[in-house]
């Protein structure tokens, strides 16, 4: 009888664990939780990726108007590549979405989001001896190069610029000039909104805070940046040096810029839907003659002439006006497509090749025509838009600024974007009071990272 038990607790015992190995392969695939109504198509899938060897490459982006374009570059390397699979993610509010992933597991191989603080904390391998850098104009590599280490650890495969596309056609009936001053640039919006009623002076796309968060950069960080220089006001921007910066001060870059948007929005020189318009309704809007300026990027062109090829003749572009008497107009002149690989990367090597088969120049080629931008690498000759004189103007007759990528990482463009929209919604009774709120959440942000 006892020989009877002993053996039923042998054969329970058994069966327990083998229940619960079983419950727990159901639940996980290579530690990594996934839906239990899929498991057995996961299950199958990880043995035909072992059997095969597939190795996966996470790209991550927030490059809304490159996710289309990298799909076909993707699909063709996975196609010559059986042994590499690249699975691209696109989130719109990125700059934020990846804080969460570099907090848990999901840390991508590949992503075009790039912090200062994530580099001092090694989020990204370094790639300063890549044989790509022999390809690339050297101020771009000036511009892809951490201020503090001397280091590389991202690459820019195009340069971009922005600043305010104009209506020409508009611009040439009324008589309007190329603004200097933000005074006399609301004096032009004003024109416009009392010859044009059907015309918005200056359409803004609020609901995608990004938008209004490179306002900032561009507007007021440009009064820091083309006061002290690109390389002190990196400086100053990473040591958070108040006397420079001067975020939260009467008169200072913040002010100076709160008040030029509190002034539009009361003269009404903005969109009505300020608050809930989107990039697209913006690109739309400027594309069908409907919005005489907008604040965008090389980045909107290939969508505004996508919506409307005829537009290409009448497309103006112009830096942003000075925001302060002290100062001169600005346009953005930067590195653009970015790519930094993860130092968390299980497969770096996986990760080059796909970067190298990126910037085979025949992909470069194609890439830089589609998105409008021109390329980074010399050895690529792309015709990349109809506006190249329009753009060498602007570049000649603004301050050329980058952007502002020593930005506390705690304090995205898209959080400073969200500042804007309540400016905008009338929750700062005085300019002042918006440029004393960034400095707190800006000093908040900075020194929690240092």
């Known amino acids: 009888m006892k020989k009877f038990i002993s053996l039923l607790l042998v054969i329970t015992t058994i069966s327990l664990f083998t229940g619960c190995a079983t419950k727990e392969k159901d639940k ?14 996961d299950n199958k899938e990880q043995e035909t990726d072992a059997d095969n060897e597939v190795v996966h490459i996470k790209f991550f982006t927030g490059k809304v108007e490159t996710v289309d374009l990298m799909n076909e570059i993707i699909d063709d390397f996975n196609k ?18 990846i804080k969460v992933k570099f907090a848990s ?48 650890y991202r690459v820019a495969s195009n340069m971009t610029m922005a600043g305010l596309f104009y209506n020409k056609a508009i611009f040439d009936e009324l008589g ?5 001053t933000w005074k006399e640039f609301e004096e032009d919006l004003a024109k416009i909104k009392e010859s044009k009623p059907d015309v918005v002076p200056l359409f803004m796309a609020g609901k995608d805070s990004w938008t209004l968060g490179h306002l900032i950069e561009f507007m007021a960080h440009g ?19 108040d006397a420079k910066l001067q975020l939260g001060a009467e008169g200072g870059p913040m002010d100076s810029f709160a008040s030029v948007i509190i002034s539009g929005r009361d003269k009404k020189l903005f969109n009505d839907d300020f608050l809930t318009a989107t990039y697209d309704n913006q690109v739309e809007m400027f594309a069908n003659g409907e919005a005489a300026v907008i604040s965008q990027g090389m980045w909107a062109l290939s969508g505004i002439l996508d919506k409307n090829p005829d537009m290409a003749e009448n497309i103006g572009f112009m830096p942003y006006p000075a925001i302060t008497d002290s100062t001169e107009p600005v346009i953005l002149s930067a590195e653009d497509s970015a790519y930094a690989i993860t130092s968390a990367s299980k497969h770096p090597e996986e990760a080059k090749e796909f970067l190298n088969y990126l910037f085979k120049a025949e992909n470069l080629k194609k890439y830089s025509e589609s998105i409008k931008s021109p390329c980074a690498f010399k050895d690529v000759d792309a015709d990349w838009g109809p506006i190249k004189e ?3 103007n602007a570049l000649s007759n603004g301050v050329n600024i980058g952007f502002t990528n020593e930005s506390p990482s705690g304090f995205s463009g898209d959080d400073a974007g969200r500042m804007v929209q309540e400016l905008y919604a009338g929750q700062y009774s005085a300019s002042i009071d918006f440029a004393k709120a960034y400095k707190e959440v800006w000093d908040k942000a900075w020194n929690a990272s240092n």
Request: glycine share 4%.
């Open 223 to 241: 009064v820091i940046k083309q006061t002290y220089g690109v390389t002190d006001s990196k400086k100053a921007f990473l040591a958070n040096d």
């Open 176 to 180: 309007i000039d190329e603004a200097k």
């Open 105 to 152: 597991s999901d840390i991508p191989d590949i992503t075009t989001v790039v912090a200062q603080e994530y580099i001092d904390q090694g989020k990204y391998m370094d790639v300063s001896n890549e044989a790509w850098w022999d390809r690339i104009q050297p101020a771009i590599k000036d511009m892809c190069t951490d201020v503090k280490s001397g280091k590389q």
């Open 390 to 392: 329009q753009v060498n």
């Open 80 to 97: 010559e590549h059986p042994g590499i699979v690249v699975e691209q993610e696109f989130q719109k509010d990125a700059s934020n979405v």
């Open 28 to 41: 996980t695939v290579d530690n990594t939780p996934v839906q239990e109504d899929n498991v057995d198509q």
